[in-house]
């Protein structure tokens, strides 16, 4: 039997980490990086970004022994893709302190010939012109998600509308879906953002957990209540991966499969706000999951 | 068959409230009002509160009507307890511009003899010297919870440490809970509280529901999606009310008694968000709260 595989596009990077914790440097992070990592417990991904020189092997090689595959990952000359971030004490905000671009810069996605009849697509948050040449690129996803950002919905209003034209599902946080729809309240801006394309609208809230709107209604996954967060970044884009992989599993997108697998989603996400980059998504098992999933269960559970 | 009676001691007030729809002046609440109304739907309240010569006859007459003993109701010389606060446009912060205690300030809670065997007590926001009276007066309650805030954190610790020895229940909202604690994060901020006194903590956070923690575990509710947020002044309040109005009327104090009953609280503390002041609250029907709280279990399942 042969696994659906999700496509995945974002960025490979390094980040500097300003943390309550530590000073970490040299991190190997990036929205490709963290939800392929995530994805890969549930479905074969398939990376499509550029990395530099710089950018260590073995970190490729322990994605291919996840069944990721890296053959869309281009190494090109030139330094990787650099973050460097700082986070207040209780780790709610973050400050961008720089950011290099280097080879990102020029970064025209080029997919291997076997990734042209990949079903599952997620394009997570690039330039939304990047986001068009991957979607062209694929013969007929079966599911389309993406990622985005202030930037580009500020700078690449009409790019970005043609995006969410062709989407299934969009994932964003909830200051980004308020950005889009020019509406503060949540269900009101889900709506509007609805009425641009997306077939679905999923909203992270961070440390609050996550909204699902649809024409089915409304559902909402808590967080897990975590009682030690080291480092919350690459959070949102576990929780994509996650999704997109037990969707890609399931082969279903309905209501109810999207439910179970936002369960999962933040279940895979809290994980990864345990350790320093991806250090604790990286050392993830099923049981790990399934284990803190039924916790979230319960959490939730109405007591009758 | 007599229900059992809900003792609520709190601040009886008029409000000037800018908000962003409208500057609404003379708005007739206070946290005992607020917790009165929405507890009266379950069971029969009785308040212990001041107010001044300008407090409306038709305000207590109108709680009468509900079934909310108002005898405890003392009607002092002067005038009654006064906050006037600013809404952020968003809704999701407000500042104080004026306190006028007025009669507040001389308040000495005397209970009327037929409420010392009252079952069900909430000791509302004010002085913990005062709540500490009440509670001296009350024979022997059945359960205590009560409410506080950081004025009291920050200036009566050591009396507030009597009160929380005392207690069934805590009530406070997020930054509240992180203040007596003294630690950021929710859970181990919670784990620190239970040790101070309290069975069982409720950690209210505004839009983003609510937790319960006890030595059973965690709880979460969503607060409830509303589109047409007007005024969230006395949700709290009214959260608090009617949780321990479901609990006087359930008569159980179990954990899965306390999930049901903030599934409740939550559903009636969205409706009073839709009006100004009282408004909403007291134009609220069992039918509604059933309507609404059956989405919001629906809002939560997990979909399997």
């Not at 000359?77 to 973050?83: A, H, V």
């Not at 967080?223 to 919350?232: F, G, N, R, V």
């Not at 279903?252 to 279940?267: G, M, N, V, Y």
Request: aromatic share 8%; charged share 25%.
């Amino acid at each position: 039997m042969t696994r659906a595989p999700l496509l995945i596009v974002g960025s490979m990077a390094f980040d500097d980490l300003d943390l309550p914790s530590e000073k970490a440097r040299d991190v190997v992070g990036g929205s490709a990086t963290y939800a392929a990592l995530a994805a890969s417990h549930f479905a074969p991904a398939r990376i499509v970004a550029v990395v530099g020189e710089d950018f260590p092997a073995a970190t490729l090689e322990d994605l291919g022994k996840r069944g990721v595959d890296v053959s869309g990952v281009e190494r090109a000359k030139g330094r990787t893709f650099r973050w460097w971030g700082r986070y207040a004490d209780d780790l709610t905000s973050r400050t961008t302190l720089d950011t290099q671009l280097n080879v990102f810069a020029d970064f025209k996605p080029k997919l291997p010939a076997g990734f042209a009849d990949s079903p599952y697509l997620f394009l997570g948050n690039i330039h939304p012109a990047l986001q068009l040449e991957v979607l062209a690129q694929v013969r007929a996803p079966k599911l389309v998600a993406a990622d985005t950002m202030n930037f580009w919905i500020e700078g690449e209003r009409r790019l970005l509308g043609e995006v969410l034209k062709k989407l299934d599902l969009l994932v964003v946080n909830d200051e980004e879906l308020r950005q889009l729809a020019g509406v503060h309240n949540v269900t009101r801006a889900a709506r509007a953002v609805l009425a641009l394309g997306p077939k679905k609208v999923v909203v992270k809230r961070g440390e609050y957990g996550a909204l699902l709107f649809d024409a089915e209604g409304a559902f909402f996954v808590p967080a897990y209540p975590l009682e030690d967060e080291i480092d919350p970044t690459g959070a949102g884009d576990s929780f994509a991966g996650a999704l997109l992989g037990v969707l890609a599993e399931s082969g279903a997108f309905d209501h109810r499969t999207l439910r179970r697998a936002l369960h999962t989603a933040s279940t895979v996400a809290s994980f990864c706000v345990e350790g320093v980059g991806t250090k604790a998504l990286a050392a993830l098992t099923h049981e790990k999951i399934r284990t803190r999933q039924a916790v979230l269960r319960v959490l939730v559970h109405p007591g009758d």
